[in-house]
């Protein structure tokens, strides 16, 4: 909860967490603001700042409204980044509503504070209320788009491939290195530079028909079949690599180093492997 200050500056009110001693650790590192206990002895604010867990923020709305601080033109806004603004529920209350979600992880706030310029941030909502926010989180460092209330879940969902979901590609390697009998103590020796360059490739160039290499972008039947043949007594691996072979298979298309005939047959062994049971 935020006092409006001026277009940029603002001033930390108060801090309601699910425990007083986390408001009061929070206030600690942020330098500013009070702890509170309940939602009953809130200060009149401008601005509301909603970062509880998805499943809560209901709740945290609801909290606020019967609480009877809210005033005309207030802003009520959360950081969620599937949810968007429309999940903000305030009956009767002439307060405006917005959702700003930072591409950034905040898992270390020492370290997210410092690396936090240059991250961007999806704002959605009423006008009145992203307006300001463009310029609030910009005054940070935030680099704000707009985001189609309707496309939030899409946009998350983006965000998780290719962050959440990579981890768990990286534990299906790790998990066939070991079958392949080589020690944990070796696996990040492999790894760490294919992904390493992999990424420095998208970083460099996100265009991703510059980065994809391997024997689908060469049109390799034979290594890919083979591949097929080593996974096939794990479902989940046959699954992950069937379809993520697919994608580069569209991809590979588009570079056009692989015949047509090669990566359609590539495509067929594919798709007889994810569904295959």
Same mark, same amino acid.
């Given at each position: 909860?935020?006092?409006?200050?001026?277009?940029?500056?603002?001033?930390?009110?108060?801090?309601?967490?699910?425990?007083?001693?986390?408001?009061?650790?929070?206030?600690?590192?942020?330098?500013?603001?009070?702890?509170?206990?309940?939602?009953?002895?809130?200060?009149?604010?401008?601005?509301?700042?909603?970062?509880?867990?998805d499943d809560a923020i209901?709740?945290?709305?609801?909290?606020?409204?019967?609480?009877?601080?809210?005033?005309?033109?207030?802003?009520?806004?959360?950081?969620?980044?599937?949810?968007?603004?429309?999940?903000?529920?305030?009956p009767n209350q002439q307060?405006?509503?917005?959702?700003?979600?930072p591409v950034h992880s905040?898992?270390?706030?020492?370290? @997210?504070? &410092?690396?936090?310029?240059?991250? %961007?941030? #999806?704002?959605?909502?009423? !006008?009145?209320?992203? +307006?300001? /926010?463009?310029?609030?989180?910009?005054?940070?460092?935030?680099?704000?788009?707009?985001?189609?209330?309707?496309?939030?879940?899409?946009?998350?969902?983006?965000?998780?491939?290719?962050?959440?979901?990579?981890?768990?590609?990286?534990?299906?390697?790790?998990?066939?290195?070991?079958?392949?009998?080589?020690?944990?103590?070796?696996?990040?020796?492999?790894?760490?530079?294919?992904?390493?360059?992999?990424?420095?490739?998208?970083?460099?160039?996100?265009?991703?028909?510059?980065?994809?290499?391997?024997?689908?972008?060469?049109?390799?039947?034979?290594?890919?079949?083979?591949?097929?043949?080593?996974?096939?007594?794990?479902?989940?691996?046959?699954?992950?690599? @069937?379809? &993520?072979?697919?994608?580069?298979? %569209?991809? #590979?298309?588009?570079?056009? !180093?692989?015949?047509? +005939?090669? /990566?359609?047959?590539?495509?067929?062994?594919?798709?007889?492997?994810?569904?295959?049971?």
């Amino acid at each position: 909860m935020v006092d409006q200050q001026s277009s940029i500056k603002i001033s930390i009110n108060q801090i309601l967490n699910s425990t007083q001693e986390s408001a009061i650790k929070a206030v600690d590192f942020i330098g500013d603001g009070r702890a509170m206990k309940d939602s009953d002895r809130l200060n009149p604010a401008d601005i509301w700042l909603i970062t509880t867990p998805d499943d809560a923020i209901q709740e945290g709305c609801k909290a606020l409204a019967e609480s009877g601080i809210l005033n005309p033109g207030n802003i009520v806004l959360h950081c969620s980044g599937s949810l968007s603004s429309k999940i903000i529920a305030l009956p009767n209350q002439q307060c405006y509503r917005a959702s700003v979600h930072p591409v950034h992880s905040f898992a270390d706030p020492e370290k @997210s504070l &410092l690396s936090f310029a240059g991250s %961007s941030c #999806a704002v959605e909502g009423d !006008y009145q209320a992203t +307006a300001l /926010l463009n310029e609030l989180f910009t005054a940070i460092g935030g680099k704000c788009f707009t985001l189609q209330s309707d496309k939030k879940a899409l946009y998350h969902a983006a965000t998780v491939m290719a962050c959440n979901n990579l981890v768990a590609l990286l534990s299906i390697s790790q998990q066939m290195l070991s079958a392949a009998d080589i020690a944990e103590s070796q696996q990040a020796d492999i790894l760490n530079p294919l992904i390493r360059q992999t990424v420095d490739n998208y970083l460099n160039n996100p265009d991703v028909t510059a980065a994809l290499t391997g024997p689908i972008s060469r049109g390799d039947h034979e290594t890919v079949a083979a591949h097929v043949e080593a996974i096939s007594a794990r479902r989940q691996w046959r699954k992950a690599y @069937s379809i &993520l072979g697919e994608v580069a298979v %569209s991809i #590979a298309e588009q570079q056009g !180093y692989a015949s047509d +005939a090669e /990566l359609h047959k590539i495509s067929e062994l594919l798709a007889r492997t994810v569904n295959y049971e």
